[in-house]
């Protein structure tokens, strides 16, 4: 069973800057090399939204992000710490939202969260203007 822990939400400025951090635990070394990770977002009366997918670790990894969020916003990946990332930059009160990272067993990249296996419980982002 993987475990998520997710840190770093809070309230900032519109203009302003945060990083999640999505810790994992559980699984395998190995696996979570090959692990696919994202983030998704959900405002009230909202679905649950992609903002961030990274595939595998290494020179094959790739990335996709929302339109809403392409320029301002940075998924990484430390597989030494089994952590993702989210570098979230010139926020705007239209991200506010409770934000969820996902981890799924499958390496390719996934837009839908639908195909993620697992998930934090949640860091609520809240941007003011």
């Known amino acids: 069973q993987v475990l998520l822990d997710e840190s770093g939400g809070g309230l900032v400025q519109a203009g302003g800057s945060l990083r999640l951090s999505c810790a994992a635990s559980?699984?395998?070394?190995?696996?979570?090399?090959?692990?696919?990770m994202a983030w998704f977002r959900q405002a009230p009366g909202k679905e649950r939204d992609l903002v961030a997918a990274?595939?595998?670790?290494?020179?094959?990894?790739?990335?996709a992000y929302a339109d809403s969020v392409k320029g301002r916003f940075a998924i990484s990946r430390d597989s030494a710490r089994n952590t993702e990332y989210l570098q979230m930059n010139s926020l705007k009160p239209e991200d506010t939202a409770v934000y969820y990272c996902a981890v799924r067993e499958g390496s390719g990249l996934a837009t839908n969260a639908a195909l993620y296996d697992y998930w934090g419980q949640g860091t609520q982002v809240t941007v003011s203007s």
């Open positions: 559980g699984g395998t070394f190995s696996g979570f090399r090959s692990y696919g």
């Open positions: 990274i595939t595998r670790s290494g020179l094959l990894s790739s990335t």
